[in-house]
């Protein structure tokens, strides 16, 4: 009888404690929730800007840079192309426009080269230097031309493509993550809370010895909660495309480790012994 009140009291403890962490971790996601739909919703025009730059040194031109180039999407995501310019800014090639791209270089016995992925076609545009031209004068004191949006200029040249292979698509992966790692920990810092409530109430289940106690409001309250919020975090996630493009294997990475990391940190380490009592 002893054992039977004391594995009941332990049993309401762990629920409390499930309550009080599901609330908390409900407050904190509604808060990340409101600020993300409110920063989405806010645009406004800018000039063109440079994102991801890669300065290359290559025996027919000298140093070149390479640079991913933004336009002004206005509401969804700013349209990209990669510019290769030279030392005094002149255009020297130029990528197709794209919603995601991502540069890679290498070394290999004493030349440099980089090449470019979309990360949305799954295509690599490979440099083609025998078409390579002297152009417009693309880059000003570092910057981008104010009238340079790659969306009204309309150059492209100096690229082969061709589709990209599974090891394209995981090295190229790579290369964007190094590029960007507050942007991947972001991502997986997501998933994390999207995944935290269900998992909370996956432990509490295994902690009840996977019984289903009578039905009550508080516990049904509780499931449609958790899985609100995962569907909400869903959303917006998959509403972000419209504004960040990002491929399935890169989902897949950040979604695997936000979903890990939320088991580790819900789970009630230690606590499943005294249930076990006879």
């Not at 808060?31 to 800018?46: E, N, P, W």
């Not at 440079?50 to 290359?56: I, L």
């Not at 990209?80 to 990528?95: K, N």
């Not at 292979?165 to 190094?178: C, H, P, Q, R």
Request: charged share 15%; hydrophobic share 50%.
């Amino acid at each position: 009888m002893a054992a039977s009140l004391a594995a009941i009291s332990e049993y309401d403890h762990i629920e409390s404690k499930c309550s009080v962490d599901q609330s908390r971790a409900m407050k904190l996601i509604s808060f990340l929730i409101f600020a993300v739909f409110v920063s989405a919703t806010i645009a406004s025009a800018h000039s063109p800007y440079f994102g991801q730059r890669e300065k290359v040194e290559l025996p027919e031109f000298g140093e070149v840079e390479f640079a991913i180039l933004f336009g002004d999407g206005i509401i969804f995501a700013d349209p990209s192309q990669v510019i290769v310019f030279d030392s005094e800014g002149h255009l020297l090639a130029a990528t197709p426009l794209s919603d995601a791209l991502i540069i890679r270089c290498n070394s290999s016995h004493n030349a440099q080269s980089c090449s470019v992925y979309d990360v949305v076609r799954g295509l690599v545009y490979k440099p083609d230097f025998d078409h390579w031209g002297r152009g417009r004068t693309i880059v000003e004191n570092g910057r981008p031309s104010g009238d340079a949006y790659p969306e009204y200029i309309d150059i492209s040249y100096g690229f082969i493509e061709r589709r990209a292979t599974f090891a394209d698509k995981l090295s190229f992966e790579v290369a964007g993550i190094a590029h960007a790692p507050g942007s991947t920990l972001f991502a997986i810092f997501w998933w994390c809370l999207a995944l935290a409530p269900m998992a909370r109430l996956f432990w509490c289940w295994r902690a009840n010895d996977w019984k289903i106690k009578p039905v009550q409001f508080s516990g049904v309250l509780k499931v449609l909660l958790s899985v609100t919020t995962f569907l909400g975090m869903t959303f917006l996630a998959v509403f972000s495309l419209l504004y960040v493009p990002y491929s399935i294997l890169f989902f897949v990475f950040v979604f695997t480790l936000g979903g890990m990391l939320a088991f580790v940190i819900t789970r009630p380490w230690g606590k499943r012994a005294a249930n076990q009592s006879p």
